[in-house]
């Protein structure tokens, strides 16, 4: 009728932050696939600069370490080549002049002459004078480690520790994934065991 008042308005919802309603089909399962991936990511990026900042500063104290003792161990001195080289000039790996190993004769600090092979550039003639490094003990070896070397040799264990620390993570959570749906199938099977002689007609 025209002189019915018109319906009353729903009242106005309570004003704040309306609680959250649980969702009936979510499993507490997803909750833990949730807190356990946001707990390796978590852990995953503090830890990554940790370990790699650790590592790179051991790294760095052991091979300053054998740097100097290689420094102190090691000398450099003046070879002469017993025979001619072969004249194969063939591209090393690196693009660099291939190098043959050749029989060169050299003084020790001792006094002692001694007959070591090392390798020498492609071509060179007998008699020709070479700069070596040599061992306390008299046997050739390389040039002691350089600062560079030793920077960049730390540095890349600090990166092996950080991709090591982002494996780990990696393989942590996979194993926790793999885990609660293993769980999650074991709950389902249990439930249908429960609920199928109810769908099911006897025959």
Do not use: K
């Not at 997803?30 to 978590?42: K, P, S």
């Not at 982002?166 to 099977?189: F, I, K, P, S, Y």
């Amino acid at each position: 009728m025209a002189d019915d008042p018109p319906p009353a308005e729903p009242p106005d919802p309570p004003r704040g932050r309306t609680p959250p309603r649980r969702n009936p089909l979510r499993r507490r399962t997803d909750a833990l696939r949730t807190w356990c991936g946001l707990g390796v990511l978590v852990a995953v990026l503090v830890l990554t600069p940790v370990a790699a900042v650790v590592v790179d500063e051991r790294a760095h104290r052991h091979y300053d370490a054998v740097a100097r003792h290689q420094a102190q161990t090691r000398h450099e001195t003046t070879a002469t080549l017993l025979h001619d080289a072969p004249r194969r000039e063939e591209p090393g790996p690196d693009g660099e002049e291939s190098r043959h190993p050749a029989e060169v004769r050299f003084v020790t600090r001792a006094g002692r002459i001694r007959t070591t092979t090392v390798d020498v550039p492609p071509g060179l003639p007998a008699g020709s004078p070479l700069r070596i490094w040599v061992t306390s003990e008299g046997e050739a070896t390389g040039a002691p480690l350089t600062a560079g070397d030793v920077r960049s040799r730390s540095r890349g264990w600090a990166l092996l520790a950080a991709l090591g620390v982002v494996l780990t993570g990696a393989a942590t959570h996979t194993a926790v994934r793999h885990a609660l749906r293993r769980r999650d199938l074991a709950a389902w099977d249990a439930a249908w065991a429960r609920t199928a002689p109810g769908w099911t007609s006897p025959t």
